[in-house]
């Protein structure tokens, strides 16, 4: 029972807990590539143009490596300087002209040499052209097979892939061997600081033939005695009956006690057993083995995100008012609001995010046609009409809910009328011209009534009855914008007081149904005049002003009509302010700058992680009522107030990733929680930090918070590299709404700045939620 010695396990003589499978380090994503012509002419290689701009066209050689998984290219001129990036970055190829650089040169090149593969995160896009149509095609489908196989990778596969990139990187001579000073060199690149006494010992009793060298399987050992989890032994432990496996029933033991799970245990413990567990023996005898315990532990189903809150899960037929909505704010950005590019791909990008709400900052362009940009700045400039195209392509890509236009108007009559034939002409019927039955509307439809609708929020000449009356004049003079950035840089300046008026169209307004822009009087004033159907928008500080007078007013205000909120103009960084406290108060339409990332975005996508990432989440209950008083700032007195206590002990870390790209630099990681929710919730606890270890740090430490409104709160998990002398790096995060959590040992697995996954970086925590007596 030599593999049980080594791995340092408490088990019988069958070594029931190594997998029966044989590893090989042959790369997983490769399987299947021989019969495939697509893939085999990818290894082989071909010379395509690289193109950023009508006059920078390159010619690069492509070629995909023999792992199936990395992408080299260099340029024919530049000695040995290359580049390349993984398989698993791209997020989509778009075909033929699908970007604004390939449009620009559409008329040079026909659209069947072209594609573009476009990255996760906030990466720019890779537009190439091919030699021929077929050469395309080869790259094209070789690519979503190498990303649909990728996807499609069960755990096992994952964690060999793994260990065979790894192995790749040390094999510094590609001898297909790992001689001692390469495995010093790997334990670096991993952020493991080992002495060298013990990491030859693990070297010696990985090397089996005693050769001096590792190769495959010595190295998979030599690989599963590094990553071997103590911490997840020590629980294995507790609940096996006789120290080798988890039989059913130990298993259902320990769902029903530390994973607190209901329903069908002893069903759910037969599944996990038959989609985990790596060795047919223990199969057959409906057992867990160690391995298939930490295989299901590191699975979807034992993370911290609570799998039946994945889907649309929510009752999505009620008011819109009753949904906070992803919304994004400067959208045509793609960086700073003064000098930063403006962009058809930042509709793009936030619509695949999910985003629902998209910003349009209309002004009179050149030959007639509007333009978007971010007005008297030196943003570039982009046509509305591709904008709308854009919308109308992408809208429901990622979701069938309906997408708003947050029309910011600053053209002329004639150029309004421009906007809306493009409006009508480019949606189509996915533009919403009239009320859904019809008739006169006595309240908001819901996000299911809209389903591949595109609403436009704009001014309006008049309010929706007197569509039903016929009462509209041709046109007629109304406010400026409230939404006019450049008059709230200083939000008391007495130019206020001047408003200008403005023009609208008949055309324009016609394409506002729901969403109507209006001037904001006070709470009082709109609980008596106000209709439903009629949207304001504050800046942040004015939204905290009303936040911190009138609280209650402001959550009751937003039960029934839709509130925008976005960047102060000062932002010209385009950072993002915390939006937790827009949603505190109920404000639906809170405008992030979808371009930036940090604790803003994260927030925003851990909250619209949840109910498919459709874009809506419903409001709890008790911000919804017309007739209840909900203030964020005294969340005691609510109806049904219940308290928890969060306790979260933090046990380990999994091969984070290097911040520090100094040759020998190791990560001294340490983990912060935050609470983000109502005032009294807001908290941070963080646990010690550990030295010199970011492979496999482990603490132990426990983390207490109280809770007063649960059902708003969002958890915020951060990683990060200790430093005495200046501010500690990031290293990873990972945030999610507290009632999406599930109780018990749980990995979370930990995103980048960007928000993209970064296997297998991860910690293991334990969860519990107590009622506060």
């Not at 001129?77 to 997020?91: P, R």
Request: aromatic share 10%; with cysteine; charged share 25%.
């Amino acid at each position: 029972c030599f593999f049980s010695k080594m791995l340092h396990l408490v088990i019988q003589p069958d070594c029931f807990s190594i997998s029966t499978k044989t590893y090989s380090t042959f790369p997983v994503l490769c399987s299947g590539i021989q019969g495939d012509d697509n893939l085999q002419s990818m290894l082989v290689g071909t010379v395509m143009r690289k193109i950023k701009s009508r006059t920078w066209k390159k010619q690069r050689y492509f070629k995909l490596q023999e792992d199936c998984m990395t992408i080299w290219y260099k340029s024919k001129k530049a000695g040995n300087t290359h580049s390349t990036f993984s398989v698993g970055d791209v997020e989509a190829i778009r075909e033929g002209h699908q970007s604004e650089v390939l449009l620009s040169i559409a008329d040079e090149f026909p659209a069947d040499r072209c594609f573009t593969l476009v990255f996760r995160g906030r990466r720019g896009n890779l537009d190439l052209v091919a030699e021929s149509a077929e050469e395309a095609q080869s790259w094209i489908k070789g690519m979503k097979k190498l990303i649909e196989n990728l996807e499609n990778m069960g755990e096992r596969e994952k964690l060999d892939q793994w260990i065979g990139d790894w192995f790749k990187k040390a094999d510094k001579n590609n001898d297909g061997r790992m001689n001692f000073k390469e495995v010093q060199d790997l334990l670096k690149m991993m952020n493991v600081d080992m002495n060298e006494h013990h990491a030859h010992r693990l070297f010696t009793m990985a090397d089996k033939s005693q050769s001096g060298s590792l190769e495959d399987d010595e190295f998979v050992l030599f690989y599963k005695m590094l990553t071997q989890r103590e911490d997840v032994l020590r629980v294995f432990q507790v609940y096996t009956a006789d120290g080798q496996k988890l039989s059913q029933s130990d298993l259902e033991d320990f769902l029903r006690e530390e994973q607190l799970e209901g329903g069908d245990i002893q069903k759910h413990a037969k599944q996990l057993i038959e989609r985990y567990e790596p060795s047919d023996t223990a199969k057959v005898l409906n057992a867990m083995t160690f391995d298939g315990f930490l295989m299901y532990l590191g699975s979807a189903e034992g993370s911290i995100f609570n799998p039946q809150r994945r889907g649309v899960f929510q009752d999505m037929g009620q008011p819109l008012s009753h949904y906070f909505i992803s919304s994004s704010h400067n959208t045509y950005l793609m960086e700073d609001q003064l000098r930063g590019q403006s962009s058809v791909e930042g509709y793009i990008r936030a619509l695949n995010r999910g985003c629902r709400c998209v910003e349009v900052d209309c002004w009179d362009g050149a030959n007639g046609e509007p333009i978007v940009y971010h007005g008297h700045t030196l943003t570039s400039k982009i046509l509305f009409k591709d904008v709308v195209t854009a919308v109308g392509n992408y809208a429901f890509k990622v979701s069938e809910y309906p997408v708003i236009l947050s029309i910011e108007n600053h053209c002329s009559v004639e150029q309004q009328r421009v906007m809306a034939q493009h409006l009508n002409h480019i949606l189509g019927d996915k533009l919403l011209k009239s009320t859904l039955d019809g008739k006169a509307p006595i309240g908001l439809p819901s996000p299911e009534d809209l389903k591949g609708k595109i609403l436009v929020k704009a001014k309006k000449i008049g309010g929706l009855e007197e569509t039903f009356n016929g009462m509209v004049e041709d046109s007629l003079t109304g406010e400026v914008s409230d939404e006019d950035e450049a008059a709230e840089i200083d939000e008391n300046n007495l130019h206020r007081e001047s408003k200008s008026k403005q023009r609208l169209s008949k055309e324009l307004s016609d394409c506002v149904v729901y969403c109507k822009s209006v001037h904001f009087s006070s709470f009082k004033h709109s609980r008596i005049h106000s209709k439903f159907y009629e949207v304001v928008s504050f800046t942040e500080s004015k939204a905290r002003k009303h936040l911190r007078e009138a609280g209650a007013e402001f959550v009751h205000h937003n039960s029934r009509q839709l509130t925008r909120v976005y960047p102060t103009g000062f932002r010209t960084d385009s950072s993002n302010f915390n939006p937790q406290e827009m949603w505190n108060a109920g404000c639906q339409i809170v405008a992030l700058n979808f371009q930036t990332a940090g604790d803003g975005m994260d927030l925003n996508d851990g909250l619209f992680s949840q109910n498919g990432r459709c874009g809506y989440v419903l409001k709890p209950d008790f911000m919804k009522e017309a007739e209840k008083r909900f203030d964020p700032e005294t969340p005691q007195q609510r109806d049904h107030y219940q308290p928890i206590i969060l306790t979260i002990q933090v046990i380990s870390g999994q091969q984070l990733p290097k911040v520090n790209i100094k040759e020998g630099s190791i990560v001294d990681p340490l983990v912060r929680v935050e609470i983000h929710g109502v005032p009294m919730d807001q908290a941070k606890q963080e646990t010690r930090y550990i030295e010199n270890n970011g492979f496999n740090p482990v603490w132990y430490d426990t983390l207490r918070f109280t809770i007063h409104t649960p059902e708003l709160a969002m958890v915020r998990f951060v990683v990060e590299d200790y430093d005495k002398t200046s501010k500690n790096d990031f290293v990873g995060q990972y945030t999610l709404p507290l009632s999406c959590m599930q109780q018990g040992y749980r990995h979370i697995h930990l995103l980048s700045k960007d928000g993209t996954s970064i296997p297998p970086s991860s910690l293991f925590v334990h969860i519990r939620f107590t009622e506060l007596e």
